[in-house]
């Protein structure tokens, strides 16, 4: 069934009912400050780091599901029974006579009615400051009088999340607030004291009848948030928190004639100060900086216009790929939500979702680098700066930290280094940077090795290193030594692992010097030439020479080592046995080495190609998608590792891992199979399934990492949403290979590879600083082939679109055919 439907003309999904499968969520800010927002306005922020400046507290894994968040509560007048009330569903599961959730482009809007009082949320983070923003708008529908009581109330977390859930014994006795205002303006200022230059905020822009800082105050001992004592009591105690649990809330009374309304702005915001700032007197914190969110935000005028800001920024973005199709599902997740999901990527890697607590990962280097393909067409300029970040944590022999935290920027040393395929992305990122943009000066940036200055050598000179570190470190068949994992974490050839609880990859206990694999052969020959094109265009002829040698090497080393007679291989284990192999008793078919050996272009010259997708379609296709391996592990390998820990059909093993569907979609358009190609491309699409919402169970607007094979019992249930590769590449899947518009190094090439029953589609694309209106006429119902392009009414030679930079819009018409 479905619970909600997209509305595409407000590029919001409006969700009906509050009793969603699972909690469905949006993402608010877009650079510092973030707040995850259910459709019960459950959820949490941060700034900038989700582990260390979390601002309030969320509890994963809790009961009841997503508890925690900005709540509301209303007490209805006492005339009208004194009727007791959550507008946002939760925590009181209240009945409702009207609930809709609008989760939009960085906004969420809820909308209820109970007992004639109609309530309305706006909750989103304006661009450039670091605060929530929830406009509250009560009108009284009934025909009479209402006195309302309203309370507040958010959790805060003391700041580092991880310790908030595990060090009691300080944190009980450190909780400090301070209160102003009467009531309306409440600062929580735990560790200020001390160390810590910020707080934070939370205020009301109305005078307040009360408020409380104390959590058992204010709930009552043994109470949940359904059943806080001071909202049943209707009356605020004005606690000051002294230790235990600091939270915000406040208590306003509102007077509603018949049909009048009355808004209410909470800002709840992080503020920081200059460490010689800190303090307006002894004990006293300095607010200028809150007062100046408070002031720019304190008023529903001045909401309102945040809210249009941040609107106008969204229609800018989206604006620089749009398309118009028959297939509405597509159209909307191509034009909008995909690209959505592709920012919010961008933003989080893989720190905060409803799956992501937040606190374990910083960036990784292969996903930040993969998050890009799907981000650099919306704000280069970012993407800029993401790669170097990224290429300063690569080490000077070009292997890289796996992951880097985003407050320090550094390489984090507990998980190291030696996933072998990591050097490799950064090709693939920035080779997509430089087509989308045609700077090619930023390889004469002077970028740290392992954050040392001192070693800082030119962008090029990193990508030589990366390109150099799969050269030369190859195994017995000269394919590349796997490590401790490559794209598939949990493929841990070198991790011999009898402990529970260790993890698969950073015990990897010896290198065996004989684990290979085949998937990062794949990947080499596959931005290889894109690394041979940077080499080219910039002079560097002999690199140039050398490096097309080793992909022709490497190619022919797949082609010998790598290939099991109908499919690819996906690796040699420790001993040299073969994985992904027809010899093999499970694990006989992986997807990743057959997407992207097909995608690298291998075998399209002598029928392997062709041979090797029909195998992953014979085997390896289901109804929700193509799930990552079969048969399924069924017991655990110590050669294998964590892959055959899970399982049979979950994540790595033999689940349908989303992130990798889109290189068989992209090889199939490869061998010119546009209605296969779609096919796969609409399995795993949230947007074809929205009416299969109780089996999926996550949002329907966005990809998750997995769905569960056919081997689970839950198979077609997905988990993981949002923080997924998926994301950029089925973005990469549509925009550049099924519609085709794909960035080059000459400029927007476009070659379309869609189902023959396809009549015709169009985009809108902003390419360095030309509007490009494409459309594309497939009446011939051919499935891939331009017959002619006109751009500007004359006829073009090839379909390569020249980057015309000059600021205008032209026009583009393809015959396929
Ligand atoms: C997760 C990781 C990613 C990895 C994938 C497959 O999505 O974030 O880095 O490639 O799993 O194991
Ligand atoms: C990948 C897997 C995940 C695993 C992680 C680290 O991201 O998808 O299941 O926990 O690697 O091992």
């Given at each position: 069934m479905q619970y909600g439907y997209f509305d595409d003309n407000a590029r919001e999904y409006v969700i009906t009912r509050p009793d969603t499968p699972y909690p469905w969520i949006n993402y608010l800010g877009s650079e510092d400050f973030y707040g995850l927002f259910s459709n019960t306005s459950g959820g949490y922020c941060f700034y900038r780091d989700a582990r260390l400046l979390r601002l309030t507290r969320y509890r994963y894994n809790n009961v009841p599901t997503d508890s925690g968040g900005r709540y509301f509560y209303i007490r209805d007048s006492v005339r009208d029974g004194g009727d007791i009330w959550t507008p946002s569903w939760m925590p009181m599961k209240s009945a409702l006579d009207r609930y809709e959730c609008r989760h939009g482009m960085g906004y969420s809007r809820i909308s209820s009615a109970r007992n004639g009082l109609a309530f309305f949320q706006t909750s989103f983070v304006p661009l450039k400051d670091n605060c929530e923003i929830h406009k509250i708008v009560l009108t009284n529908e009934s025909g009479a009088d209402k006195d309302v009581d309203v309370f507040s109330f958010i959790e805060f977390c003391l700041w580092n999340a991880n310790d908030d859930m595990t060090n009691f014994q300080r944190n009980f006795s450190i909780g400090e607030v301070e209160v102003e205002a009467g009531g309306a303006h409440i600062y929580h200022k735990t560790e200020y004291r001390?160390?810590?230059?910020?707080?934070?905020?939370?205020?009301?822009?109305?005078?307040?009848?009360?408020?409380?800082?104390?959590?058992?105050?204010?709930?009552?001992?043994?109470?949940?948030?359904?059943?806080?004592?001071?909202?049943?009591?209707?009356?605020?105690?004005?606690s000051v928190a002294s230790g235990w649990a600091p939270i915000g809330s406040h208590h306003i009374k509102a007077h509603l004639k018949p049909g009048e309304s009355k808004a209410l702005v909470f800002v709840l915001g992080y503020c920081e100060n200059q460490d010689d700032k800190k303090w307006e007197k002894p004990g006293v914190i300095n607010k200028a900086p809150a007062n100046a969110l408070l002031d720019k935000?304190?008023?529903?005028?001045?909401a309102d216009k945040a809210l249009a800001v941040l609107k106008e920024y969204w229609d800018a973005l989206l604006g620089r790929f749009s398309v118009e199709?028959?297939?509405?599902?597509?159209?909307?997740?191509?034009?909008?939500?995909?690209?959505?999901?592709?920012?919010?990527?961008?933003?989080?890697?893989?720190?905060?979702?409803?799956?992501?607590?937040?606190?374990?990962?910083?960036?990784?280097?292969?996903?930040?680098?993969?998050?890009?393909?799907?981000?650099?067409?919306?704000?280069?300029e970012r993407a800029r700066a993401r790669i170097l970040d990224i290429a300063a944590t690569q080490f000077p022999d070009g292997s890289a930290y796996h992951q880097y935290q985003p407050l320090t920027k550094r390489g984090n040393n507990e998980v190291g280094s030696g996933f072998n395929d990591d050097p490799l992305w950064l090709i693939c990122g920035v080779a997509a940077y430089i087509k989308e943009t045609g700077d090619f000066g930023i390889l004469d940036e002077k970028v740290p090795f392992d954050n040392k200055e001192e070693l800082a050598d030119s962008l090029f000179v990193h990508l030589k290193r990366s390109f150099d570190y799969t050269v030369t470190h190859n195994g017995p068949h000269g394919l590349p030594l796997i490590g401790r994992a490559d794209w598939n974490d949990c493929l841990n050839l070198n991790c011999f692992s009898k402990t529970p609880g260790e993890s698969f990859q950073t015990t990897a206990n010896f290198e065996s010097g004989v684990a290979e694999s085949v998937l990062i052969a794949a990947i080499f020959?596959?931005?290889?030439?894109?690394?041979?094109?940077?080499?080219?265009?910039?002079?560097?002829?002999?690199?140039?020479?050398?490096?097309?040698?080793?992909?022709?090497?490497m190619t022919e080393t797949i082609k010998a080592h790598g290939w099991d007679g109908n499919w690819f291989l996906r690796a040699y284990d420790a001993y040299g046995h073969k994985i992904g192999s027809h010899e093999c008793e499970d694990g006989q078919i992986f997807i990743e080495s057959n997407g992207f050996?097909?995608?690298?272009?291998?075998?399209?010259?002598?029928?392997?190609?062709?041979?090797?997708?029909?195998?992953?379609?014979?085997?390896?296709?289901?109804?929700?998608?193509?799930?990552?391996?079969?048969?399924?592990?069924?017991?655990?390998?110590?050669?294998?590792?964590?892959?055959?820990?899970?399982?049979?059909?979950y994540k790595e093993n033999a689940g349908i891992f989303c992130h990798n569907n889109p290189w068989v979609t992209i090889a199939e358009t490869k061998l010119g199979r546009g209605t296969r190609a779609f096919e796969t491309y609409t399995k795993i699409c949230p947007a074809y399934r929205?009416?299969?919402?109780?089996?999926?169970?996550?949002?329907?607007?966005?990809?998750?990492?997995?769905?569960?094979?056919?081997?689970?019992?839950?198979?077609?249930?997905?988990?993981?949403?949002?923080?997924?590769?998926?994301?950029?590449?089925?973005?990469?899947?549509?925009?550049?290979?099924?519609?085709?518009?794909?960035?080059?190094?000459?400029?927007?090439?476009?070659?379309?590879?869609?189902?023959?029953?396809?009549?015709?589609?169009?985009?809108?694309?902003?390419?360095?600083?030309?509007?490009?209106r494409i459309a594309v006429d497939n009446s011939a119902g051919v499935e891939k082939g331009v017959k002619s392009l006109t751009l500007d009414g004359k006829p073009l030679n090839g379909a390569v679109l020249p980057a015309l930079g000059d600021g205008r819009t032209h026009e583009v018409k393809v015959v396929m055919g």
């Open positions: 001390e160390r810590r230059n910020h707080y934070a905020l939370w205020a009301v822009n109305v005078p307040v009848a009360g408020f409380d800082t104390d959590r058992q105050t204010f709930l009552g001992l043994y109470n949940g948030f359904d059943h806080p004592e001071t909202v049943f009591a209707g009356k605020a105690n004005n935000y304190g008023s529903p005028e001045f199709a028959e297939d509405k599902r597509m159209a909307r997740m191509a034009g909008v939500w995909n690209q959505y999901q592709c920012m919010v990527t961008f933003n989080m890697s893989r720190s905060a979702s409803y799956f992501e607590s937040g606190i374990g990962r910083g960036m990784g280097f292969r996903d930040s680098n993969q998050d890009l393909l799907g981000f650099v067409h919306l704000v280069p020959v596959f931005t290889g030439p894109d690394y041979v094109e940077i080499c080219r265009r910039t002079k560097r002829e002999e690199e140039a020479e050398y490096a097309v040698k080793a992909i022709a090497t050996a097909v995608m690298a272009g291998i075998g399209l010259d002598d029928g392997r190609a062709k041979k090797a997708l029909d195998s992953v379609k014979d085997k390896l296709d289901t109804k929700y998608g193509i799930v990552l391996q079969q048969p399924a592990y069924k017991d655990y390998h110590l050669e294998l590792g964590e892959v055959s820990s899970y399982p049979p059909g929205e009416d299969d919402s109780d089996l999926r169970r996550l949002e329907p607007y966005v990809y998750a990492q997995m769905v569960a094979g056919k081997d689970a019992s839950r198979f077609g249930e997905a988990k993981n949403s949002w923080l997924t590769g998926t994301a950029a590449w089925t973005f990469v899947s549509i925009s550049q290979y099924i519609l085709g518009v794909r960035p080059v190094f000459d400029g927007l090439l476009i070659d379309p590879c869609i189902p023959a029953s396809m009549k015709g589609f169009s985009v809108i694309r902003h390419f360095q600083n030309a509007v490009y």
